[in-house]
């Protein structure tokens, strides 16, 4: 059995009286998720925050600034044979500039979708529990 710990955004617009939240497209798996990645994988000693804004940005083009720490999800998979459990630590961040065409490769499709529509196009229940904590914060 395999530990890790990723930290990623859930990001929010707002337009006029209207909320958009972005969420991705994982190129591999193919789920919609929000954009996130290891802890101290591309950079030695990287903090939470500092992974998860890094991370919004390349994988899903856009600058954040954390208005508050959600609660971790934890889910298990298996790769290689070997069972894997990943905590991953999301935080609210409100959406400061950039452009989500200029996303890396890691995910295929990145949309700003009306806060309505978020629950419907997330692929995994644990992402539904965060972004449920989420919604009642924005
Ligand atoms: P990271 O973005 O943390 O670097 P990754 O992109 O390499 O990770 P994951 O997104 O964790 O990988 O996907 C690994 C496996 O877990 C895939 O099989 C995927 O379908 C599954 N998975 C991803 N997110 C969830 C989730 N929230 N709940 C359950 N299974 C998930």
């Known amino acids: 059995m395999k530990i890790q710990f990723s930290a990623g955004g859930i990001v929010f617009k ?11 497209q994982h190129s591999q798996h193919h789920g919609w998720v ?3 990645g290891l802890i101290g994988d591309h950079v030695e000693k990287e903090n939470k925050e500092e ?15 954390i208005t508050r720490a959600l609660n971790p999800i934890t889910y298990w998979f298996v790769m290689d044979s070997e069972k894997i459990r990943k905590t991953v630590y ?27 529509k978020v629950e419907e196009r997330l692929t995994y229940e644990s992402d539904k529990t965060v972004w449920k904590e989420a919604k009642n914060l924005i």
Request: cysteine-free.
């Open 51 to 65: 992974t998860a804004l890094r991370e919004v940005k390349e994988e899903a083009g856009v600058n954040g600034k």
């Open 90 to 116: 999301y935080f609210l961040m409100e959406y400061v500039n950039g452009d989500i065409s200029k996303h890396d490769h890691e995910m295929e499709a990145v949309v700003w979708l009306p806060k309505e």
């Open 14 to 24: 707002r337009i006029g009286d209207k909320t958009e939240i972005l969420v991705s």
């Open 34 to 36: 929000f954009p996130k």
